[in-house]
């Protein structure tokens, strides 16, 4: 669908929401804004519009959920970081170190210790998909100190989705993510993904030093609640 045929989908109230809606597709993309379009009930007929005021929200309140996402995400990955290093860096002579899928020298974990690096350097160093596969190939009792019965091999590979979603500014609401399970709940939604994610997180950043902060307060912030 080219732009233009896009805007007759669109009622404008004013020129410059035209000019608005023009713009944020050139920097944002024709087809993000067709699947807004779509998440919103747009059938694409020939009386069929939807407001700008309601597309321009829904830009905004992803990219803000998105933030708020991403912040949690790299906590998590240092919380990762931290807990390996803390407990092999004066112990790194193990059998369980990978050397990362694909060619990227700076995912060679067990390449980069046997040629003399600092475990905290080469975790630093490597990509969010070759920590969690380090994760999973760490011994049993290590994941479960990490996240408790909250650990899985399905819920890590849906958190590391989750975060290929955010990093490539997916739109959220319409991204098909994977499933993950919340106690004995099996779900794949946004909503799902984001429980998984906090679950996976340190208590106090779950919900904060005194039980009302964290990722939950801050979504709450956004009108989303978790609870």
């Known amino acids: 669908m080219t732009k233009n045929e ?3 989908f669109i009622a404008f109230k004013n020129e ?4 608005d809606a023009e713009f944020y597709m050139s920097v944002k993309g024709v087809e993000l804004h067709r699947r807004i379009l779509l998440f919103l009930g747009c059938t694409f007929s020939e009386k069929s519009k939807i407001k700008w005021s309601k597309i321009a929200r829904i830009l905004k309140s992803d990219k803000a959920l998105r933030d708020v996402i991403y912040i949690y995400l790299a906590t998590l990955e240092e919380y990762i970081r ?3 290093s803390n407990k092999y860096e004066n112990n790194i002579q193990q059998s369980f170190w990978i050397d990362g899928s694909g060619q990227r020298q700076a995912n060679k974990i067990k390449a980069n210790i046997l040629s003399g690096k600092k475990l905290f350097d080469i975790l630093e160093n490597i990509d969010f998909g070759c920590l969690i596969q ?3 190939n760490l011994p049993i009792e290590d994941k479960k100190q990490l996240f408790g019965d909250f650990y899985s091999d399905t819920n890590l590979d849906a958190v590391k989705e989750l975060r290929n979603a955010v990093s490539h500014h997916k739109f959220l609401a319409g991204c098909a993510l994977k499933k993950c399970l919340i106690f004995e709940f ?3 939604s946004l909503i799902d993904n984001i429980k998984n994610l906090r679950q996976l997180l340190p208590e106090r950043y779950r919900y904060g030093k005194n039980g009302k902060g ?7 912030k956004l009108g989303i609640n978790l609870d």
């Open 6 to 8: 896009l805007l007759s």
């Open 16 to 19: 410059q929401e035209k000019e």
């Open 82 to 84: 931290a807990f390996i």
């Open 134 to 136: 380090q994760v999973k």
């Open 186 to 188: 099996e779900g794949s």
């Open 214 to 220: 964290g990722i939950t307060a801050e979504l709450n």
